[in-house]
């Protein structure tokens, strides 16, 4: 018997973007149901139980971080923006309120799907389960109990700052990060406001843990928003 497709909601208004994904998700295995406003999305939402939720943000009767909000009021599902708006304050807004990722358009089909794999391995991932004390990502590996960080077979050794660092991006894999969180988790919310810790720290995990430290592969910067950790 074959596996269940993934259910994926798409919010958004326009029609022919909506046919566009129904299509192109549907080739790739993908069961899709969509909404053309935030209300019939929230309502499906509710009902369908989907496995990612793909969002526009120019909703006609709702903007779409005020859906963010109300969603993420009952709901974990992961969820990915999509829209038009490429100010770095649109994507910093949508993130904060609980979106996992943020792609703008126009977008290529490829990376869509890309991101759509990491955003329900990470739904995968969050599910309640007994949560493991090891995180992993590609030959990344730490051990949270032993406080134990190995790349492959050698042991890397961290500075506690570096070491919560990294293990918050191994908590949200994949998931883009913004300065504010990051800053918030690492250090506290006294230090909202300083984004030069984190560039100085993550050049000090990338020269850990990066093969070539100024091409990352692993710990990926998105400009002008925060950071993301994926396989390399």
């Not at 794999?117 to 969050?126: D, I, K």
């Not at 599910?127 to 109990?145: C, F, N, T, W, Y």
Request: glycine share 6%; proline share 6%; charged share 25%.
């Amino acid at each position: 018997m074959s596996a269940p497709k993934a259910v994926v909601l798409v919010v958004e208004d326009e029609p022919a973007i909506r046919h566009f994904l129904r299509t192109a998700l549907g080739a790739e295995g993908f069961e899709v149901i969509d909404a053309e406003n935030a209300a019939r999305g929230l309502t499906l939402a509710a009902n369908s139980r989907p496995d990612c939720v793909i969002l526009d943000l120019g909703l006609p009767d709702l903007d779409g971080v005020q859906f963010l909000k109300k969603l993420r009021e009952w709901n974990t599902v992961p969820v990915i923006v999509l829209s038009a708006r490429l100010q770095e304050d649109d994507k910093i807004a949508a993130l904060d309120a609980g979106a996992d990722d943020y792609l703008t358009k126009p977008f290529g089909v490829g990376e869509l799907h890309a991101r759509l794999r990491v955003a329900l391995r990470h739904g995968s991932a969050t599910s309640p389960l007994p949560q493991s004390p090891i995180l992993e990502a590609g030959d990344l590996r730490v051990d949270v109990d032993q406080r134990r960080v190995m790349l492959g077979n050698a042991e890397i050794h961290l500075t506690p700052i570096e070491y919560r660092l990294l293990v918050t991006l191994l908590k949200h894999h994949g998931k883009v990060l913004t300065h504010s969180f990051l800053l918030k988790e690492v250090w506290g919310a006294a230090y909202a406001d300083r984004p030069h810790y984190l560039r100085i720290y993550m050049a000090n995990l990338r020269q850990k843990l990066e093969p070539d430290p100024a091409q990352p592969r692993r710990l990926l910067t998105e400009t002008g928003v925060g950071y993301r950790l994926v396989d390399p």
